[in-house]
Nanobody, 115 residues
Framework: QVHVVESGGGLVQSGGSLRLSCAAS????????MAWYRQVPGGQREWVAS???????TYTESVKGRFTLSRGSAKSITFLQMNGLKTEDTGTYFC?????????WGQGTQVIVSS
């Protein structure tokens, strides 16, 4: 069993910053990638960013230059630094851990950006 927990969400004004954390624990094997997605009520879950072997990062176009995904002291920990937040960034942010033998998701952390 693998547990994924996100934290760091909150209410912030447009132009502000937040740092989201994702920590996975339990039966960690070989991690293929960790990723962040976001979703608004009634909307589709949208991929935001991923970090793979070799710390290779990719981002959706709308967050490039504003968001930075990095690894923590352990390979099962990631941080999503979000700067220059826009109202369009509002949503529940979910962390995904894809590893050998399974795909795991957290419960999400809510981000609200006010104008």
């Amino acid at each position: 069993q693998v547990h994924v927990v996100e934290s760091g969400g909150g209410l912030v004004q447009s132009g502000g910053s937040l740092r989201l954390s994702c920590a996975a624990s339990g039966d960690i094997t070989s991690i293929y990638l960790m990723a962040w997605y976001r979703q608004v009520p009634g909307g589709q879950r949208e991929w935001v960013a991923s970090i793979a072997d070799g710390d290779y990062t990719t981002y959706t176009e709308s967050v490039k230059g504003r968001f930075t995904l990095s690894r923590g002291s352990a390979k099962s920990i990631t941080f999503l630094q979000m700067n220059g937040l826009k109202t369009e960034d509002t949503g529940t942010y979910f962390c995904e851990l894809l590893q050998r033998g399974g795909d795991y998701w957290g419960q999400g952390t809510q981000v609200i950006v006010s104008s």
